[in-house]
Every structure is written in structure tokens, then in C-alpha cells.
């Protein structure tokens, strides 16, 4: 299910810099996008941390990512920069997002039906760089990445 991003140049040079700051800082830079919306061009990071991140960990990394951008000066174009958390209901893209979530509820939409459901919700035990592994009300289920249209953390309160 990873999806396959078509990358420009400027967001590989943008993901080579921002990258080793959001590391250096304790945090995995989990999304960088760099669009143009009603505002203006937007470079948005979206961090994570296994502990949570905080309103403080998006302000450091913030000051020390638009330092090192300044410095560089990639961009030609004015734009804002945001840093944020992926969110409670975050999108599961990768076998890392699932295994970073290992335990929590999901809930998981197919393609195509497996086992005569077009979707599942369970507990994840596992992940692999191929499926998914869920703990569902008869059992587990084994769902292959491939198979996989989209899937989200379910919250519950």
C-alpha cells in the first residue's frame, strides 16, 4: 500500500535536509510536502516521536528547519513552513507506521474483498514489508499491503 510518490528534485533536496534536523531533534519526519494552496506555496512536516509530539517539539524543529533552510535557500519561491503531529486518526501508509502503532486499533479498507469483507477492524500485532497483521473478533487476519486502498488508526474515547 506504501504509495509511490513522484518526487522533484527540490523535495529529494528539501527531504535531505529536513530529514537529519527531525532526527537530530529525536522526532522521524513521517510526510514532507511542499504544494501550493489558497495561501501560497506550503513545506509542511509531519513529524512523529514515540512518546507523542509536543506543541514545543514542532516549534524547535520549526526554528532549527527554517535556520538550515534560510542557510541553503533551496526554495526560490516565498512560502510558509508547518510543522505538525501526523493526528489521532493518522493514515497507516507503511509497515513503520503500523509497527509504530503495534496494539492500537485500526481499521482497514481492501481493494477487493478477503474473505467476503471490504474492510477490517482489529488490533495490529504485526507488520512486515508486505502485509499487515490484525487481531479481529474471530481471530487474525493477514491483510498484504498490495490489497490495502487505505487504513486509519480508529479513536477510541
Not at 46 to 72: F, T
Not at 80 to 92: A, F, K, N, Q
Request: aromatic share 4%.
Amino acid at each position: 500500500m506504501e504509495e509511490e510518490a513522484i518526487e522533484s528534485p527540490l523535495v529529494r533536496r528539501l527531504l535531505e535536509l529536513a530529514g537529519p534536523v527531525v532526527e537530530d531533534l529525536g522526532c522521524e519526519l513521517v510526510e514532507l510536502q511542499f504544494r501550493r494552496e489558497a495561501p501560497g506555496w506550503v513545506l509542511r512536516l509531519v513529524i512523529d516521536h514515540e512518546n507523542g509530539v509536543s506543541i514545543d517539539d514542532c516549534a524547535r524543529i520549526s526554528r532549527e528547519v527554517a535556520h538550515l533552510l534560510e542557510v541553503e535557500d533551496p526554495i526560490e519561491q516565498a512560502y510558509s513552513l508547518e510543522v505538525s503531529s501526523p493526528g489521532l486518526d493518522r493514515p497507516l501508509k507503511s509497515m513503520r507506521d503500523f509497527l509504530r502503532c503495534k496494539g492500537k486499533k485500526a481499521k482497514v479498507v481492501v481493494r477487493e474483498p478477503i474473505d467476503g469483507q471490504n474492510q477490517w477492524i482489529g488490533l495490529i500485532e504485526d507488520a512486515t514489508q508486505e502485509s499487515v497483521t490484525l487481531r479481529v473478533d474471530h481471530g487474525i487476519i493477514e491483510i498484504p499491503f498490495i490489497r490495502m486502498k487505505k487504513a486509519r488508526l480508529v479513536i477510541e474515547f
